[in-house]
């Protein structure tokens, strides 16, 4: 495929996706476009509710599948936007608009890089391109629900803004409820068991409590109170406080291993996890995939924000153009230049590690 070629239709692409609203659970305009982008490729595609994907001509069942992955459905704009979200507007180069950063530059990109390899013969690995949903819900119409249609995946990389340098670690997520008892009253008279007064000296555990094992990519697991609620009115001393407690996992723990840890430790009279199924992932330093990245001039770090790698079992690594920090801002925007090298340096990876 001509790559420059490639790259014009890419942020085409995008422009239209921007335009296209696609929020988590409603993605069904842009689901219809990364159909009509493989079909004018010619390239056959399989769809599950709002997800689409495909795999490359030379399929082998045989061989190893590396999977290209990244989301189409967006946030709700915020307040603070000064531009219309949805007018995929350039500007000195940055191409405005809600999902243009996170991770619409990542989606076209990748769907690009797959388009180019589509019809490559005597590859090492196969490749599986996935277009998918509600990644900003972590919903269960997104990959969740895609997984088990898929042909057994080797190795992954997700696309996500990380100014195309590889996350090699992401940590994982568990939030916790906990309830701190006591004896409810009325505020006039003496009540020794008061809820409110026995959380200060619990809010003070959490704020202190480490987990032994730190990762070198991840560092430490972060443990914080983000949530706090108890009591009706003024007179009345409530019967417990509520606590809601975010818990940023490690590659050195699994999260029923922290769910544990917790359950033995915490001096709380209740505590439940409300989901285990976010965990931590990571690629072996040694892998292929890191390797080719690396000789390339391709940075790794450690990330600690979630993606859809949190569903995926096997070894995978974030990369993508963008950046981070611009994810769910105001006036998002991506540099038209860096869809551009994203498609490059995608396609110099994949050259180094499937051929």
Known sequence: MNVPNLKLGAVALLRELIQTQSFSGEEEGTALLLEKWLSAHTIPYKKHLNNIWAVNNEFDPS????????????????????????????????????????????????????????????????ILFAGTAEEEINGKNGIACLLPLLPKIDVAIVGEPTLMQMAVAEKGLVVFDAVVKGTPSHAAHPNHDNAIYKTAKVLNWFKNFKFERVSEALGEVKLTVTQINAGSQHNVVPAQVDLVIDVRVNDRYTNAEIEQILLENAPVDEIKARSLRLNSSSIPMEHTLVKAGISIGMKTYGSPTLSDQAMLRCPSLKLGPGDSTRSHSADEFIFVAEIEEGIEKYIQLLEKTIK
């Open 63 to 126: 061989k190893p599948t590396l999977l290209l992955n990244s989301h189409h459905d967006t946030v709700k704009p915020n307040s603070g936007y000064t531009r219309d979200p949805y007018a995929a507007t350039v500007k000195n180069g940055k191409l405005f608009g809600l999902g243009s950063n996170d991770a619409g530059g990542c989606l076209v990109s990748l769907l690009a890089t797959f388009t180019y390899f589509y019809g490559a013969k005597n590859l090492k690995y196969n």
